[in-house]
C-alpha cells in the first residue's frame, strides 16, 4: 500500500506532462510487444539445418521436395527460398534476382513500426525536459507572487515536478532505446540469415544444373 500511494504522490506532483508522457508509454509498448511477436517468429528459424536440407535435397534433385520444405517455413529465409525454387531460373542470376527480389517484399515487414519505437522514445525524454522548464518557470513565478510563509511550499512544489517529469520522460525512454536497439540487433540477423539461405542455394542450384549438363554431354557423346 506504500508503494502504490508513493508512485501516486510521485505522478500527481509531476503535473500534467506525466499524463502526456504515460501515454507515450502506453503507445511506445504496444508497438515493443507486436514487433517482438513477428521479430521473434521470423528469427525462430534454425537457419543452419534448413540451408543444409535444402542443400541435401537440390544436390539429389529433388526440387519437389525442397519446394515443399521451403514452403512449410513461414519465415523471411523460407519464402526466399521459396520463390527461388518456385522461379524455375536456369542461370544464377536469374535465381539471384528471383532472391533478391523476395528479399525486397518480406525483410521491410520485419522494421515496420521501429522507427517509430527510437522516435517516440525521444519524445518522452523531450517531454520530460519541457515538463522540467514548466515546472521550474511556475515554482519561481509562484515565488515572486506568494507570501513568504508560502514560498518554500511552491518552490518544492515546482521543483518536484521539475524533477519528476525528467525522470518519468527518462524511465519511459530508457527500456524503449533497449528494446529498439535489441529489436533491430534480431533484425540485422535475420536479413544475414536470408541472405546465406540465398546464396547457399543459388550455389546448390549451379552445381546441380552443371553436374546435370555433364551428365546429358557425356550421354551424347557416348551415344
Known amino acids: 500500500m506504500d508503494i502504490l500511494s508513493t508512485v501516486s504522490s510521485y505522478f500527481k506532483t509531476g503535473g500534467p506532462f506525466m499524463y502526456i508522457i504515460l501515454s507515450t508509454g502506453v503507445i511506445m509498448l504496444a508497438i515493443a510487444m507486436e514487433r517482438i511477436w513477428v521479430i521473434g517468429r521470423a528469427a525462430s528459424l534454425n537457419g543452419q539445418k534448413f540451408t543444409h536440407d535444402l542443400e541435401v ?83 519561481f513565478s509562484a515565488v515572486g507572487a506568494a507570501d513568504a510563509s508560502q514560498r518554500s511550499a511552491f518552490l518544492a512544489a515546482g521543483i518536484s515536478q521539475a524533477l519528476n517529469t525528467t525522470s518519468f520522460g527518462l524511465i519511459i525512454a530508457v527500456p524503449a532505446l533497449l528494446c529498439h536497439g535489441v529489436l533491430v540487433a534480431r533484425v540485422e540477423s535475420i536479413v544475414d540469415q536470408v541472405d546465406e539461405v540465398s546464396a547457399r542455394l543459388v550455389r546448390a542450384l549451379t552445381a546441380r544444373r552443371t553436374a546435370a549438363d555433364e551428365v546429358a554431354q557425356r550421354e551424347r557423346g557416348v551415344a
Request: glycine share 10%; aromatic share 2%.
Open 57 to 139: 535435397l537440390v544436390g539429389r534433385g529433388e526440387m519437389t521436395s525442397a519446394l515443399d520444405l521451403a514452403r512449410s517455413v513461414g519465415t523471411p529465409a523460407g519464402q526466399v527460398a521459396r520463390s527461388v525454387l518456385a522461379s524455375g531460373s536456369q542461370t544464377p542470376e536469374g535465381a539471384q534476382q528471383a532472391a533478391d527480389t523476395a528479399a525486397t517484399i518480406f525483410l521491410p515487414r520485419l522494421t515496420r513500426r521501429l522507427p517509430h519505437l527510437s522516435m517516440l522514445a525521444n519524445v518522452a525524454t523531450l517531454l520530460g525536459l519541457l515538463g522540467t522548464i514548466f515546472g521550474l518557470t511556475t515554482a
